[in-house]
């Protein structure tokens, strides 16, 4: 039953791989087309896509996933036969007439079941480079996401502040004839204009952190630097279905570099199995057939010039104790590494989903409390003011110091809307599935 699986599950992966191998081609042509839509509206999905199919990171970890694949067949079959010949230019006299040459065929075996428990460590080999792939897989989608969300968050910005601009130009405007009427100070002349001068300075630092961007996700694409992308198309910020605790145990089953650490205490449990055939022998057949010559005799043996056929039998002697020993030792303390490194490793992937739920939490706040109550707040204040200001009933500074804080708070809902998708995407990839829906469909799969 347990060769049954193993083949199954070493031929599932065989398909995938031909699968993955029989499609490059079909994945190169799509390529062009999502470089189309890039330079327009441009979607999260297209961009993983496209990161998925020419990342060169992907792209290597696919690869050492299919080097260990093959690494598997290799190790489970058996040494190749020794096939060994000798001719004398010089025969050997026998008593059957002179030895001209020989020919040897020898295999060698392993002791019984050293094979498969080597099996074992080469699928576990095969394993961890498969979940290594997802990881990488991860890390990609992880970084291409944020990135995008960072992209949004500046053109929207950018929208804010060129819209604060138009209106702080008209404000300028009202500032100076309300201070041609005496009806305004000097000091509220020029405030109107710093703030124009400091909404300047924004877009222009807005724009270079746009290309600077923009620059980072076309190297995470494998792009040129300067490859065109157009306008990101932001995402609604859905509403997380799962505790804090139940994001903590889907990410004991899914997280990667927890599965890797499991994965490396099976494979330290089987290669102490193995150790202990160290000490057992492995054994050689062979084949031995020599040619005989006629025999320079005036009465030669009845069967004088018939070759020689021999079976041949051997066996390595594991005699070195303390080296064996030595290698058990090692296997051990390589299993307790592991379950050491695993205890960590959950350890501190707890610790950072702690931390990223609080970020999470926290925009979540932040954006409610801008959208519900301080931008509706803050945009009725304006329009008082602006009215008090018309009818004389208060100052023109007074006016401009809402405004400013409108315009503070615009971007303070779009930061924490970005902020908000940046922790949404990690703690995703740490949990491994999707956090808006109850759907238990891990990410990274890329069978």
Not at 119 to 148: M, N, P, R, Y
Not at 208 to 225: A, H, V
Not at 248 to 268: C, F, G, P, W
Not at 313 to 321: D, I, K, T, V
């Amino acid at each position: 039953m347990k060769r049954f699986i193993l083949l199954t599950l070493f031929l599932c992966l065989g398909l995938i791989s031909l699968s993955i191998e029989s499609s490059s081609a079909a994945e190169k042509e799509s390529l062009p087309d999502i470089e189309k839509r890039l330079s327009g509206d441009t979607e999260l999905s297209d961009l993983l896509t496209y990161a998925y199919l020419s990342n060169p990171s992907i792209v290597s970890s696919k690869k050492s996933w299919q080097i260990f694949i093959e690494n598997y067949r290799i190790g489970k079959s058996y040494p190749d036969p020794q096939l060994m010949t000798t001719y004398f230019p010089s025969p050997i006299e026998t008593r059957l007439g002179p030895q001209d040459w020989n020919l040897t065929l020898s295999q060698a075996f392993p002791f019984p079941g050293t094979l498969g428990l080597k099996g074992e460590l080469l699928e576990s080999d095969v394993q961890i480079s498969k979940l290594k792939l997802d990881k990488t897989v991860k890390d990609i989608v992880t970084a291409v996401s944020s990135s995008f969300y960072e992209l949004v968050y500046i053109q929207k910005a950018v929208e804010i502040a060129m819209a604060n601009q138009k209106l702080n130009q008209e404000l300028i405007q009202i500032s100076q004839n309300a201070y041609a009427k005496d009806r305004a100070l000097f000091y509220d002349v020029s405030k109107a204009q710093a703030q124009t001068a400091q909404i300047q300075y924004d877009l222009l630092l807005l724009d270079e952190l746009e290309s600077t961007e923009k620059t980072n996700l076309n190297t995470l694409l494998n792009r040129s630097p300067d490859a065109k992308i157009g306008r990101a198309k932001g995402l609604p910020t859905g509403d997380v279905v799962y505790s804090l605790d139940e994001i903590y145990n889907l990410a004991m089953l899914h997280q990667e570099d927890i599965l890797i650490a499991d994965e490396t205490v099976k494979r330290s449990s089987a290669s102490i199995r193995l150790t202990r055939f160290e000490n057992l022998p492995s054994f050689k057949l062979g084949l031995f057939y020599a040619g005989i010559g006629d025999p320079d005799l005036a009465n030669p043996p009845r069967d004088a010039g018939d070759d020689a056929l021999g079976i041949q039998f051997g066996m390595n002697l594991p005699l070195w104790f303390s080296r064996n020993d030595s290698q058990k030792q090692k296997a051990l303390a390589v299993k307790e590494m592991a379950t050491a490194d695993r205890a960590a490793m959950v350890n501190t992937t707890k610790a950072r989903i702690s931390r990223l739920w609080f970020r999470l939490q926290n925009s979540k706040r932040l954006i409610v409390l801008y959208e519900k109550e301080l931008i509706p707040q803050g945009l009725t204040s304006i329009q008082t003011a602006e009215t008090w200001f018309r009818e004389g009933e208060a100052g023109f500074a007074d006016f401009l110091e809402l405004q400013a804080t409108a315009y503070n708070f615009q971007l303070s809902l779009e930061r924490a809307k970005a902020d908000y998708g940046k922790a949404l995407v990690q703690l995703e990839q740490l949990a491994g599935v999707i956090l808006d829906r109850k759907k238990n469909t891990p990410l990274g799969d890329n069978s």
